[in-house]
């Protein structure tokens, strides 16, 4: 069965720094995708950036990138010089290749950036 | 401007008693989602839809009907509320349901209050 963790409930950076949350997944498929979204204070449910895992390339877009570490079954989200609206929870998720309707969310973890 | 409209935004129903959840996209997608956030829980998937066409339920209770009258509309109706109901209900669209690399984009989501 599909599951997707992440352990860090919360995590409070300095603003202008670099952050990492961690995310792992387990899937018996081959094919799978995987997604970062952000929910923001006013509960706006935002898509960050996805990571095929067929490519062995990290995604990048913007001030967010991947660390895809597919033996680990790990996505770690980057968000380098981070702002003040960066605050928000931040989803990762997993959509196998075969189970196209469904996407699988982890639990969530709240990033506070202090000024 | 929103390009996934959910109406209500707050919804506050008795027990025993029947509402529907309004959803509407207008990014041009074919296949279209509701998914539901309880306190302190991950997103979970309900429903996808494919050209009007129920593709997945994993929804336990009949008590959750989708409706879609149109292409773009992916209505909600719950009967028979429950307390347990009470959550933030959201409605999701991609461009194709049959491809598990569509990324999906949210609405800002319904809460409801079942007292």
């Known amino acids: 069965a599909q599951k997707v963790t992440q352990t860090q409930t919360s995590i409070s950076v300095m603003e202008k720094t670099t952050v990492t949350m961690d995310c792992v997944y387990e899937t018996q498929d081959s094919s799978y995708f995987l997604f970062w979204y952000k929910q923001t204070a006013s509960g706006e449910i935002v898509f960050l950036i996805r990571?095929?895992?067929?490519?062995?390339e990290n995604a990048t877009v913007g001030h967010y990138s991947l660390n895809f570490q597919k033996p680990k079954s790990s996505i770690g989200l980057i968000i380098t010089a981070t702002q003040i609206e960066d605050s928000a929870v931040y989803f990762c998720?997993?959509?196998?290749?075969?189970?196209?309707?469904?996407?699988?969310f982890g639990q969530g973890t709240k990033l506070s950036i202090k000024p | 401007d929103p390009k996934i409209i959910q109406k209500p935004k707050y919804l506050v129903a008795v027990t025993g008693s029947e509402k529907i959840l309004i959803c509407e996209q207008y990014?041009?997608?074919?296949?279209m989602y509701w998914y539901r956030q309880s306190a302190k829980k991950p997103l979970e998937f309900m429903f996808s839809y494919s050209y009007q066409k129920l593709m997945d339920n994993q929804t336990a209770s009949s008590r959750f009907q989708p409706q879609s009258s149109k292409k773009n509309h992916l209505d909600l109706q719950i009967t028979a509320l429950k307390p347990d109901d009470s959550a933030t209900y959201f409605c999701?669209?991609?461009?194709?349901?049959?491809?598990?690399?569509?990324?999906?984009?949210f609405g800002s989501g319904t809460r409801l209050t079942v007292l």
């Open positions: 998720a997993m959509r196998e290749g075969y189970n196209q309707g469904k996407l699988i």
């Open positions: 999701a669209s991609s461009q194709e349901r049959l491809s598990s690399a569509e990324t999906l984009y």
């Open positions: 990014l041009g997608h074919n296949a």
């Open positions: 990571q095929d895992s067929y490519k062995k």
